[in-house]
């Protein structure tokens, strides 16, 4: 005798992960989990994605932006629980996102609160100085905040050279 599997609805799958349904179908449209429809082609879900879904909202929580989550279990199927060895590949994706991020963060927080609005324009002292705006070369944004931290090797020069 085949066991029919429970399928989960939509209304079901966005009560109990916490998420609106809208985000569940831009979640889908985004690769990040599937669904199957039914005969009245309605959305329905194995139980596995509300797994899926509470690693996506603690990722974005992290701030890992939704291409990088694709990628990284776009390997494990979506409606399948991850096992330990996806998990550890999946996680050591992110660790080195998650690290830069970190130094940024800190970076930001060390350097920007005796920067802003103070009004020294030190041009030998201020973390934040870019002479003869030799950044502006790179490309466009914040790359002073962005660079390494000093001592630490990047694209073949020390970090100190920035400015």
Request: aromatic residues 4%; contains cysteine.
């Amino acid at each position: 005798m085949a066991t029919t599997r429970r399928m989960l609805g939509v209304g079901e799958v966005s009560r109990r992960s916490g998420l609106p349904v809208s985000t569940l179908h831009f979640y889908e449209q985004r690769g990040l989990i599937a669904s199957e429809r039914n005969s009245g082609n309605q959305r329905r879900y194995a139980p596995e994605v509300l797994r899926r879904l509470a690693v996506i909202k603690v990722a974005q929580r992290a701030g890992i932006p939704l291409d990088e989550l694709r990628g990284s279990l776009g390997p494990c199927a979506s409606s399948a629980r991850l096992d330990a060895n996806q998990w550890r590949k999946v996680s050591s994706t992110w660790r080195d996102s998650l690290d830069e991020r970190i130094e940024m963060l800190v970076r930001l927080r060390d350097e920007l609160d005796r920067c802003i609005g103070c009004g020294c324009l030190s041009l030998t002292d201020c973390p934040l100085r870019n002479p003869d705006d030799v950044l502006g070369r790179e490309g466009p944004g914040a790359r002073i905040l962005e660079r390494p931290r000093k001592g630490r090797m990047s694209r073949g020069r020390r970090s100190s050279d920035d400015g």
